[in-house]
T-cell receptor, first 115, second 114 residues
């Protein structure tokens, strides 16, 4: 069965500092990987996705993520965090192809940004 | 990306009652899904809404509790039946062009059951 682990429940960074949010997945074949962001009181917004090809993917709002098959990881990074980045971040894996395809989410990482 | 809307955006309901949530997607979407996000938790897939036929439910979710309709390609409803406080959650609708493509989410419906 596929699964996603986000080891950090809550991360606090200062504005302007760099950010890395960790995501590890379990899936037997090449997964489809996603990062979503949920701002307070909002739905989920897609930040970026990996299906195949270049393992470093660029997303919106200056975020990027790197797929590392050997480590089963898909960590999200941003070089300089803005106060507006404070939100909850969810990593998700899609797998079990064909009619059984489903998206499995991690438990999320809450990001707090200090001024 | 797809445009997905939901209503109501939030509601407070009494136990024992039912609430129907509506989801409207744009024409790019062919697949529609319903998720539940319990307080402080991640998202859990409730079911896939199938056009013109019964929804496909995930383990732990049953049609009697969460009846779903999808009368046409761009519209679906989820009913939360005979509610209890444990049903207090955010319910999200999502859509994708195909099952294995990117899912886009609606803004969610925040439900509080007293």
């Amino acid at each position: 069965a596929q699964s996603v682990t986000q080891p950090d429940i809550h991360i606090t960074v200062s504005e302007g500092a760099s950010l890395e949010l960790r995501c590890n997945y379990s899936y037997g074949a090449t997964p489809y990987l996603f990062w979503y962001v949920q701002s307070p009181g909002q739905g989920l917004q897609l930040l970026l996705k990996y299906f195949s090809g270049d393992t470093l993917v660029q997303g919106i709002k200056g975020f990027e993520a790197e797929f590392k098959r050997s480590q089963s990881s898909f960590n999200l990074r941003k070089p300089s965090v803005h106060w507006s980045d404070a939100a909850e971040y969810f990593c998700a894996v899609g797998g079990s192809g064909g009619s059984n395809y489903k998206l499995t989410f991690g438990k999320g990482t809450l990001l707090t940004v200090n001024p | 990306s797809a445009v997905i809307s939901q209503k109501p955006s939030r509601d407070i309901c009494q136990r024992g009652t039912s609430l129907t949530i509506q989801c409207q997607v744009d024409s790019q979407v062919t697949m529609m899904f319903w998720y539940r996000q319990q307080p402080g938790q991640s998202l859990t897939l409730i079911a896939t809404a199938n056009q013109g036929s019964e929804a496909t439910y995930e383990s732990g979710f049953v049609i009697d509790k969460f009846p779903i309709s999808r009368p046409n390609l761009t519209f679906s409803t989820l009913t939360v039946s005979n509610m209890s406080p444990e049903d207090s959650s955010i319910y999200l609708c999502s859509g994708s062009r195909r099952r294995q493509e990117t899912q886009y989410f609606g803004p969610g419906t925040r439900l509080l059951v007293l």
